[in-house]
């Protein structure tokens, strides 16, 4: 079961009813979209707890995207920022106007 609540926590009593749940970015965005910075990732982790803490053997795991670097997941934030690591990263042109696969922006608060 992928489980999601965008508005906030995923019931972990109903997560804990599956064999295998998984957890996603947009599970409780409303929420950590608001954090400065952003901090999906420990809740995601929290959530994941609380569904295990209700069934032991339920698998629980946090689906990460491997393709794009996701600032929201601090872990990769840390990275994004470290200048050591600059060139392991694709970054937008902030000087360029070409349209762009996906927003440069987060659509409900611009100035992320």
Do not use: G, I, L
């Given at each position: 079961s992928m489980q999601c609540n965008g508005s906030g926590w995923s019931s972990p009593e109903r997560g804990a009813q599956f064999g295998i749940v998984s957890y996603d970015w947009s599970n409780g965005k409303a929420?950590?979209?608001?954090?400065?910075?952003?901090?999906?990732?420990?809740?995601l982790i929290h959530q994941a707890e609380m569904?295990?803490?209700?069934?032991?053997?339920?698998?629980?795991?946090?689906?990460?995207?491997i393709v794009k670097a996701l600032?929201?997941?601090?872990?990769?934030r840390h990275l994004l920022d470290d200048p050591a690591y600059s060139g392991f990263f694709l970054r937008f042109n902030p000087a360029g106007a070409r349209e762009t696969?996906?927003?440069?922006?987060?659509?409900?608060?611009?100035?992320?």
């Open positions: 929420e950590w979209a608001k954090q400065a910075p952003m901090d999906c990732e420990e809740r569904t295990k803490a209700k069934n032991p053997s339920t698998r629980v795991f946090v689906y990460r995207n600032p929201w997941f601090s872990s990769v696969h996906v927003p440069r922006c987060a659509a409900e608060n611009q100035t992320k």
